[in-house]
């Protein structure tokens, strides 16, 4: 493969030519990985091009009003990737967190792939790989590679695009905002981005039983330590069980410890598929987490990052995070 790294200038390029695509993003999507993905699947059909969306994974529940008039796969194509031009990976970093579905390897050699995305540490494997750390968010990069191309944006797209920028910003909170990022935002309303879909779907739609799951995680399981600057919490499974509550919906969790004023670093740990995964999050850029994720063998942004520890003992877990946060602080 040539691995060619490439900036959106001729990504486009590439793109444009383009005529018939399978696009993919990573496991247990979040907003951006689905409206990156089914952003550019309504784009390229809007624009006379066929494109197909694989999501093997399930959805989080708030986010499924606004796919429902979506087009998508939920397994691996029966005709294979032959099929298409080019297998197109969007908002994953990683090549074993691409969601292939069941069994696929990643990479498959029989496809040539174009890979997008912004984690500055992205070191997926492609043909043509476009990363743009400054970006917001990938549905920023695929805007910005829209308008190069001249490709009309059509509603759906920009509902989509809309919603991948509001949430990896956390709706314009997060320190990844920038004034391009607002540009690019007025651009999609411009394009009857439907703002109150996906307000309500991603800040009006909790459920009353995650709201009970979240006041009880604040009362029993937060912690802060090193004088209010660090607050963690360490989720066992059978606090999950008691509100039959999964992870799935809890994308925004981690926020509920990075709000507290005076924290600097904020850490969930909870287990998935046995193993402990440990999300971090930082508020200061003096204290970056992403080294830290990428020392422990994980990665992600400087400022929002995760890891997957080989041990499934939270105590053990929790306990070798706060010694690491610790040097940090
Ligand atoms: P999360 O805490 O799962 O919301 O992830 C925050 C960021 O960290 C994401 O942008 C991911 O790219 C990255 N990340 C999360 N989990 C892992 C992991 N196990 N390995 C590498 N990167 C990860
Ligand atoms: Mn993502
Ligand atoms: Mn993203």
């Given at each position: 493969?040539?691995?060619?790294?490439?900036?959106?200038?001729?990504?486009?390029?590439?793109?444009?030519?383009?005529?018939?695509v399978l696009i993919v993003t990573h496991v247990r999507p979040d907003?951006?990985?689905?409206?990156?993905?089914?952003?550019?699947g309504a784009l390229m059909r809007g624009n006379l091009r066929r494109a197909q969306v694989l999501l093997p994974d399930p959805l989080p529940e708030k986010y499924l009003p606004l796919v429902?008039?979506?087009d998508f796969l939920t397994e691996f194509p029966a005709g294979g990737l032959t099929q298409y031009d080019a297998l197109i990976v969007l908002d994953c970093a990683r090549n074993d967190r691409v969601a292939m579905g069941s069994g696929t390897d990643y990479p498959p050699q029989d496809i040539s792939i174009l890979n997008i995305d912004h984690h500055g540490d992205n070191n997926v494997q492609a043909e043509w790989s476009c990363v743009v750390p400054d970006a917001a968010a990938t549905s920023a990069i695929l805007v910005r590679i829209a308008a190069l191309i001249g490709w009309k944006m059509t509603p759906q797209a920009a509902t989509f695009f809309y919603l991948g920028i509001m949430t990896d910003?956390?709706?314009?909170?997060?320190?990844?905002?920038?004034?391009?990022?607002?540009?690019?935002?007025?651009?999609?309303?411009?394009?009857?981005?439907d703002h109150d879909q996906v307000i309500q779907a991603v800040y009006f739609s909790k459920?009353?039983?995650?709201?009970?799951?979240?006041?009880?995680?604040?009362?029993?399981y937060s912690k802060v330590d090193f004088d209010g600057r660090y607050a963690w919490a360490a989720l066992p499974d059978e606090?999950?069980?008691?509100?039959?509550?999964?992870?799935?919906?809890?994308?925004?969790?981690i926020e509920l410890?990075?709000?507290?004023?005076g924290v600097k670093i904020a850490?969930?740990?909870?287990?998935?598929?046995?193993?402990?995964?440990?999300?971090?999050?930082?508020?200061?850029?003096?204290?970056?987490?992403?080294?830290?994720?990428?020392?422990?063998?994980?990665?992600?942004?400087?400022?929002?990052?995760?890891?997957?520890?080989?041990?499934?003992?939270?105590?053990?877990?929790?306990?070798?995070?706060?010694?690491?946060?610790?040097?940090?602080?």
């Open positions: 493969m040539l691995n060619r790294k490439m900036d959106t200038v001729y990504a486009s390029d590439v793109l444009r030519q383009l005529d018939n907003g951006d990985a689905l409206g990156a993905a089914l952003g550019l429902r008039n979506a910003t956390g709706a314009f909170r997060f320190s990844n905002t920038s004034p391009d990022t607002h540009r690019l935002v007025a651009s999609l309303l411009e394009n009857n981005a459920s009353r039983n995650q709201q009970l799951f979240e006041a009880d995680m604040v009362q029993n606090f999950f069980r008691k509100y039959g509550f999964s992870m799935r919906d809890g994308e925004m969790l410890l990075r709000e507290l004023s850490v969930l740990l909870y287990l998935a598929g046995g193993q402990v995964k440990v999300s971090l999050r930082s508020k200061d850029p003096a204290c970056p987490v992403g080294p830290l994720a990428r020392k422990l063998g994980g990665g992600g942004h400087e400022m929002a990052a995760g890891v997957t520890l080989k041990t499934s003992d939270l105590n053990s877990a929790a306990a070798m995070l706060r010694e690491e946060v610790g040097k940090l602080l």
